[in-house]
């Protein structure tokens, strides 16, 4: 099997791994969960997350194939329409986004001019999807549970899961936003464990687990197998459910959600300028 080459950037303030995987032999790569930075208390944006990983595309020549999402992620913005106008290449996501884009475009009132069909992204991907970059096969995989829309993007021997596995001292995502699920979150995540024990998996947030000094977003099948905080040795699906619902209960929004999700719900575009020429992002009350 051949081995891609793998570059990752990591955003301290998401806590958001970005991947840039690459052909070694034909130099052809895909971007994986790409950030725009946005400040919230001023709304204003800038590319400077996005401006280091171009340097390196074309630092080592790379010809830029895809920019993937693994979701439409609550934590961070997209910079998939700048990535795409600076290094070319088409964006993609599950085709099980239409449920997000409905039940989002509901909850921000969006209106009949936004489109709920996926439309918004270049390629839609199906389960089990097989495709290529340059001369690594890759496949993707529907894992469902932390979103209706979440998909693991297999390069190789490498994994890439988003938000539905952490690093294995931090264990798995949650399922409490609109259509996720903690029953729906085990099972994907069996899928994912059933991947041969050597496969590199790399996850698209870490949150630096207590008691460990650095940052990391890469671990195998068999790490996850063995040391999983919510996963390790046999526990069952009632006893993951169980801890997954406790858990969630707990826990607060992320800092971004309500700006993150209108954005990334349109590929990474702002909503449409008002007769002002200004983009505005909703906050709507008591509605999330």
Known sequence: MKKPEIHSFFDERTFTATHLVSDPETGKAAIIDPVLD????????NTASADSLIALVK??????EWILETHIHADHLSSAPYLQQQLGGKTGVSNAVPLIQKSFGDIFNAGSEFATDGSQFDHLFADDEAFSLGGVEAKVMHTPGHTPACAVYIFGDAAFVGD??????FGSARCDFPGGDARTLYNSIQKILALPDETR???CHDYKAPGRDQFAWESTV???HENNVHLGGSISEEAFVKM????????????????AVQVNMRAGKMPPPEDNGVSY?????NAV
């Open 38 to 45: 946005f400040d919230l208390s001023s709304g204003r944006t």
């Open 59 to 64: 630092q080592r020549s790379y010809s830029v």
């Open 164 to 169: 539905t596995l952490f690093m294995p001292d």
């Open 201 to 203: 998996l790399f996850t």
């Open 222 to 224: 068999a790490e996850q």
């Open 244 to 259: 997954r619902e406790e858990r969630d209960a707990q826990l607060s929004m992320p800092k971004l959600i309500l700006p």
């Open 281 to 285: 992002l909703k906050l709507p009350v």
